[in-house]
């Protein structure tokens, strides 16, 4: 048994995803999955929901052309639920489009085979350690490097440079978000790369690492964003704290998205809104209203889902909830912030849903 195999909490399943894709890599590795029994709105029944994932095991999707480990497969993956149902469910793909990460039924039906063969026993019945218990709230975030805050480097830098040609106000960007720039790390994706810090009820769990340029990243062996190792992304949303204070929160894939329509706005880090995720918004904006504004082209891949996440939160927010469709071929980020408020203000309107770009 070599380590790897030896710290995973199902090792049943390690083996399992070992000899059917190759190589795996443990994400959060160790940590418990936290569970409990909400009411789901659409049936009026209990459910069991996931609070926190816990571990991982990472593979090279066999659903896209995937060679980033960005298939994650729950270690209580084909375990039963409280209700006595196989969680073959819990596995996505963090590629935008992968099939896996629509949640389509016959693609986990696929991956259950790929897995298991026509036997399933032996996963729903794997012995688990217990793992340990990681509480969000005491997750603290630090730098991974030198950091300067990008509103105290000189104009002539390449982080201003590339935020105001983006026509972010650096300013702004600094002062707000607090934004910094890292000039020396032993990370080497962080090393001369913008660093974004992620907060959660005021401290820092986390960052995101970020080159000051574009290029087409889908054929780069740079990642476009890397998160901080721990970093509990799934139990988070971006700028939640200033979003909050506003009557209308709208929800984005990314942080540079929130740039861009305001501190009203937050993010999933991705086009999948977690459970975890819902709940904080729905907490936050009880009393209020609230607009889903992914990426035109995503929000088609991931109808479904999208659909459930729009019923659900907008039985929710008293002032209702719903999803907002950008002109075709354009993005959060690159519309001007005062088209972008108006258009979302009109067509949320248009579905009975009020905004306010108002505080409080």
């Avoid at 918004?281 to 891949?301: I, M, N, R, W």
């Amino acid at each position: 048994m070599d380590q790897d195999e030896n710290r995973a909490l199902n090792r049943s399943l390690f083996r399992r995803c070992r000899a059917t894709f190759g190589s795996v890599q443990i994400k959060n590795p160790g940590e418990k999955q936290i569970r409990s029994m909400g009411l789901d709105l659409r049936t009026g029944r209990e459910k069991p929901t996931i609070r926190h994932p816990g571990e991982y095991y990472a593979v090279n999707c066999p659903f896209c052309n995937d060679t980033r480990h960005r298939c994650y497969i729950n270690h209580r993956y084909g375990t039963d639920d409280e209700l006595g149902r196989a969680q073959t469910f819990l596995a996505t793909c963090f590629n935008a489009g992968c099939p896996l990460s629509m949640r389509k039924p016959e693609i986990y039906k696929q991956l259950e085979e790929m897995l298991t063969g026509h036997n399933l026993v032996q996963l729903r019945h794997a012995p688990i350690t217990e793992g340990k218990l990681v509480d969000v709230e005491k997750i603290c975030g630090t730098w991974p490097g030198i950091v300067t805050r990008v509103d105290k480097l000189p104009a002539s830098h390449e982080a201003v440079m590339y935020l105001a040609g983006r026509g972010f106000d650096v300013e702004v960007i600094g002062r707000f978000y607090n934004v910094h720039w890292c000039s020396k790390s032993d990370r080497f994706v962080c090393e001369n790369r913008l660093i974004i810090p992620v907060y959660h009820n005021k401290q820092m769990v986390g960052w995101q690492a970020r080159p000051a340029f574009d290029t087409d990243w889908k054929t780069s062996d740079l990642p476009k964003y890397y998160i901080s190792p721990g970093m509990p992304r799934r139990q988070i949303l971006y700028n939640l704290g200033n979003a909050r204070r506003f009557q209308t929160g709208v929800i984005v894939e990314g942080v540079t998205d929130v740039w861009r329509l305001g501190p009203q706005a937050v993010c999933t880090f991705g086009a999948t809104m977690t459970e975890p995720q819902q709940s904080l918004f729905k907490s936050a904006f009880a009393t209020h209203s609230g607009v889903l504004l992914y990426d035109p082209d995503v929000k088609e891949k991931t109808a479904d889902r999208v659909q459930q996440i729009v019923h659900e939160l907008n039985l929710s927010l008293k002032s209702g909830f719903c999803t907002v469709d950008l002109p075709d071929g354009t993005d959060p980020g690159s519309l001007d912030r005062s088209f972008l408020r108006d258009f979302i203000k009109q067509k949320a309107e248009e579905k009975g849903v009020k905004v306010s770009w108002k505080k409080r």
